[in-house]
């Protein structure tokens, strides 16, 4: 199901207190779940099932610390496109997958034509290894780039009390 069609009606309560639930442990069971939110684990269960085929749940991931794992520089990149006609922005997208360093990519409207956001080792990784790829993609007019010095909030969960309005 995609987040444009999704239909509120479909989430109930319990839906949006097991999705709350997943989002902070998605390693708890679903008897653990289910004290929490007043279920069984066997509805539990069923309801995983159903927001999973729904496309709701879109998978389930560990959560890496980067600098943990050798990985202490991040930085936000704005890329910049000499055009904008033709296939440059869609070559830029092919390539840029291939790229393990980017954790995500956005096209966006204004300045930049697209925002990624970037890991290395360390800011000679990033400039000699990413960035001097990411200048060699066919297209690619600028790039500016920040170094993140600290995080101050990153969350993967996302707020869901505007569904809770509607049961």
Known sequence: MKPSNHDDSLLDSFDVSLL????RDAYATHQQIGEQIHLSASQVSRRVQRLQAAGIIR???????????????????????????GDEGLAFEREIASFPEV????????????????????LSVLSEQVLRRLTRIQGVGSIRSN????????STELPLAHLRRNT
């Open 20 to 23: 709350a639930a997943l989002q």
């Open 59 to 85: 998978r389930y991931v560990a959560l890496l610390e980067p600098a943990a794992i050798g990985l202490g520089v991040r930085a936000i990149s704005y890329v910049t496109l000499t055009r904008h006609s």
């Open 103 to 122: 954790l995500e990519c956005y096209s966006v409207a204004g300045e930049s034509d697209y925002i990624l956001q970037i890991v290395a080792a360390d």
């Open 147 to 154: 170094i993140v010095l600290n995080r101050i909030k990153s």
